[in-house]
């Protein structure tokens, strides 16, 4: 499973921003997918998921309201919409899956819960 992010970039405080991840390879072995991201100094962390089909969407206490996860129905692709985007939000965004039938506890999703990873996309905000 091969997974590119993009869509990161420089934006201002309050800006929106969309970000994409176009999985590739053999994809039927996904089960979930989604965003994680890493500050500056910081331990990466889980933002939102998804089903691989693009249901159960979830999210982190700390983006919910101002971050939506959705997939495109017709191709491959995972969005991350960011809405009135805040200094605290300047990260290194990541892309991961989720290998069907490995477990993992939903209420406390880490990194090691996904086992693909794309590169990561740039995300810094200004004031």
């Known amino acids: 499973v091969q997974l590119q992010a993009s869509g990161g970039g420089l934006v201002q405080a309050g800006d929106s921003l969309r970000l994409s991840c176009a999985a590739s390879?053999?994809?039927?072995?996904?089960?979930?997918w989604g965003w994680f991201r890493q500050a500056p100094g910081k331990e990466r962390e889980f933002v939102a998921k998804?089903?691989?089909?693009?249901?159960?969407?979830g999210y982190a206490d700390s983006v919910k309201g101002r971050f939506t996860v959705s997939r495109d129905g017709a191709e491959d692709t995972m969005y991350l919409q960011i809405n009135n985007l805040e200094l605290e939000d300047t990260a290194v965004y990541y892309c991961?899956?989720?290998?069907?039938?490995?477990?993992?506890?939903?209420?406390?999703?880490?990194?090691?819960?996904?086992?693909?990873w794309g590169r990561g996309t740039q995300v810094t905000v200004s004031s």
């Open positions: 998804i089903s691989w089909s693009g249901g159960m969407p």
């Open positions: 991961a899956a989720k290998r069907r039938y490995t477990p993992i506890n939903w209420t406390t999703v880490t990194p090691s819960d996904f086992q693909f």
């Open positions: 390879g053999r994809t039927s072995m996904i089960y979930a």
